[in-house]
């Protein structure tokens, strides 16, 4: 569907988080998706699905946030990129839209790291 592109290359200079000086980034998406960013506006908050691809999948614990004073966690308690089926979720405001290109704010994923979907960070339903 889509890819990244990103100023940061390797894990080691990912933060943990977006809003923790993640850089903005660019999404280019296949040319056979463009109907689907229809509707996709400047200022939009959307939820971005990524597939880790260079997570480890055989990792089951990890000490949280990397940090070896705290101890082991099962890694669907954590936020861990190393998990099982590894994927990536990441809140982000759209910046701007330029074709099949999408840039968007504070986004801690790799360049190159796959995209698989966008979905509408939707606001509180009425009842009705």
Do not use: C, Y
């Amino acid at each position: 569907m889509g890819v990244v592109e990103s100023t940061l290359q390797r894990r080691e200079d990912a933060p943990k988080q977006g809003d923790e000086g993640a850089p903005e980034a660019w999404i280019a998406f296949e040319p056979a998706a463009a109907g689907a960013l229809d509707g996709l506006r400047v200022g939009d908050e959307v939820l971005l699905l990524t597939w880790l691809d260079r997570a480890d999948r055989s990792v089951l614990r990890v000490h949280p946030r990397g940090d070896l004073s705290r101890p082991l966690a099962g890694v669907f308690t954590t936020r861990s990129a190393d998990r099982p089926n590894p994927v990536g979720l990441h809140q982000v405001r759209i910046l701007a839209v330029d074709g099949t290109r999408v840039r968007v704010d504070r986004l801690e994923a790799l360049h190159g790291t796959p995209v698989i979907d966008v979905k509408p960070v939707l606001g509180a339903v009425e009842e009705r």
